[in-house]
């Protein structure tokens, strides 16, 4: 039996999926309230009664972005080596998933107020990444983990950027090389 808070709730998803799908393809500026109402067959007064305006959609899409990683991170969970299946999870989603860019950095783009909605997600997401870069660079034995943390972020987002720019498959060895040279161990 459905519930009167499902037919909502849809109508929150499709809204949230069809704002993301747009605003990863052609960013966030480009793309208005229109076009994702159209596309997504709603109506500008259902779109009010679930978000306040279009920044409130893009905090959404990076909510999604957000909750998608951090389930990856948490299947790759139980792996032997978490630094290893981080670095590999960071190449696969460069080279299947966010072949765009990366959605955190093209928003920052386009929302420098630090003050933001939206930039206030986007700190918070890099600061749960970096910890777990860091658990994952303690567990393996790294002297400084929070130094290849940090460097392996900026690794990450270097990646991000040259698939999109270069293609994957022209990154991914220098990113593993990269990443076990930053973190002392073999990680190719």
């Given amino acids: 039996m459905t519930t009167p808070a499902a037919p909502a709730q849809d109508a929150r998803e499709r809204l949230a999926a069809t704002a993301s799908d747009?605003?990863?393809?052609?960013?966030?500026?480009?793309?208005?309230?229109?076009?994702?109402?159209?596309e997504a067959g709603m109506s500008r007064a259902t779109m009010y009664r679930h978000f306040g305006g279009k920044e409130d959609l893009v905090v959404a899409?990076?909510?999604?972005?957000?909750?998608?990683?951090?389930?990856?991170?948490?299947?790759?969970?139980?792996?032997?080596?978490?630094?290893?299946?981080?670095?590999?999870?960071?190449?696969?989603?460069?080279?299947?998933?966010?072949?765009?860019?990366?959605?955190?950095?093209?928003?920052?783009a386009e929302y420098p107020d630090e003050a933001s909605a939206?930039?206030?997600?986007?700190?918070?997401?890099?600061?749960?990444f970096r910890g777990v870069l860091t658990q994952a660079a303690a567990g393996a034995g790294a002297s400084d983990p929070e130094r290849v943390a940090a460097a392996l972020v900026m690794l990450?987002?270097?990646?991000?950027?040259?698939?999109?720019?270069?293609?994957?498959?022209?990154?991914?060895?220098a990113f593993l090389d990269s990443a076990s040279a930053v973190a002392g161990v073999d990680l190719a």
């Fill in 22 to 38: 747009l605003f990863y393809r052609e960013g966030i500026h480009s793309v208005g309230v229109d076009r994702i109402l159209s």
């Fill in 61 to 108: 899409y990076l909510e999604r972005e957000d909750r998608g990683i951090r389930a990856q991170v948490a299947a790759a969970g139980g792996s032997p080596d978490p630094l290893r299946a981080a670095v590999h999870g960071i190449a696969e989603d460069v080279a299947r998933r966010h072949t765009r860019g990366c959605p955190f950095i093209n928003a920052a």
């Fill in 118 to 128: 939206v930039r206030r997600l986007i700190a918070t997401h890099r600061a749960w």
């Fill in 156 to 173: 990450r987002d270097a990646a991000l950027v040259g698939g999109y720019l270069d293609g994957a498959e022209n990154i991914r060895e």
